[in-house]
């Protein structure tokens, strides 16, 4: 973050006017004083939000296009006050297509501070939209994509439906699939998996565990995050042997997180089937508890008081 304030800086042309005067003397003097020159203007950056505001909005495959770091502090250290607008607008696409959405965050609220009136350009809105999603600030990121020129948008309702779920909100992120199909569509498959991931856990969380199972099979089935998923989708279908296969194979490939999820998930399940009595249900989960430090099994205990 501080190479960053230190390239938007240099790149702020934010030099200040010459104020500085010639000291007055204390002596009188029969020479009149002759006015100082001018101060130099300052240039005055072009307004980027009509410039932005005229180009189509990018379909999926080019709305956020990768630029490598290098490259982004020489375009940063070379631009001029008519193109800094548009380098720091490229920057901060980039910042997003790799998942850094706090400095994408501050490089858009840089450009905003210059020119109040990309507030009003539907990619910027998109653009600070997904930042905020990305951050898990839901409420100011669907503010943000809440903007006519995006209501149909596929990419925003891809992005839409994923900051919907994730923040537990099944119903608003099932009522925009439809409209996002066509940019999920156009990925390849590791980048949809986040959001087929996030569109399964809002089905579970719908009660829609046969959709859910439909969305995980486009993933891998090694894949620890899907398979905890598939975990909860069979156990809501009833299919209490297939959903302990599921856990059993997120407890075998997962992290340490997915491994404790796996865990509950398979002890909430053998509850569930009444192969499990609550005392012993309590035993493993101390043991769980036990084992797990951190904010998962706060989490995971509250559950259970």
């Not at 010639?22 to 020479?31: F, G, I, Q, W, Y």
């Not at 943000?144 to 149909?152: E, G, I, R």
């Not at 839409?160 to 994730?166: D, H, S």
């Not at 599921?246 to 999820?261: H, I, N, S, Y």
Request: net charge positive.
């Amino acid at each position: 973050m501080i190479r960053l304030t230190i390239a938007l800086a240099i790149g702020a042309g934010l030099a200040g006017p010459h104020s500085a005067r010639a000291a007055e003397t204390t002596h009188p003097s029969t020479t009149p004083a002759q006015p100082s020159p001018p101060a130099p203007a300052r240039p005055t950056p072009a307004r980027f939000a009509a410039e932005l505001a005229a180009q189509p909005l990018p379909p999926a495959r080019t709305a956020w296009t990768a630029m490598s770091e290098e490259a982004a502090w020489a375009a940063l250290a070379t631009a001029t006050p008519a193109t800094r607008q548009a380098t720091r607008w490229r920057y901060a696409v980039a910042l997003i297509a790799r998942d850094r959405a706090g400095e994408a965050l501050g490089v858009l609220d840089v450009m905003a501070a210059d020119d109040i009136g990309l507030a009003k350009v539907a990619a910027w809105r998109r653009a600070r939209g997904v930042a905020l999603g990305r951050l898990g600030r839901t409420d100011p990121a669907i503010a943000a994509l809440d903007d006519p020129a995006l209501a149909t948008d596929p990419e925003t309702c891809l992005w839409r439906m994923r900051i919907l779920a994730e923040a537990g909100r099944a119903a608003p992120a099932l009522g925009v699939l439809g409209c996002a199909m066509p940019a999920l569509n156009a990925r390849g498959a590791k980048a949809r998996r986040p959001f087929i991931l996030a569109a399964a856990r809002a089905a579970i969380d719908a009660g829609r565990p046969g959709p859910a199972r439909d969305w995980l099979d486009r993933i891998p089935a090694t894949d620890a995050a899907a398979a905890l998923l598939h975990g909860e989708a069979d156990r809501a279908l009833g299919a209490a042997a297939t959903s302990r296969r599921w856990f059993d194979l997120a407890v075998r490939t997962g992290d340490p997180e997915q491994r404790a999820a796996a865990t509950l998930g398979t002890i909430e399940t053998d509850l569930a089937a009444r192969t499990l009595a609550p005392p012993a249900a309590a035993r493993r989960l101390a043991a769980l508890l036990f084992r797990w430090r951190g904010a998962w099994s706060s989490a995971a205990g509250s559950r259970w008081r």
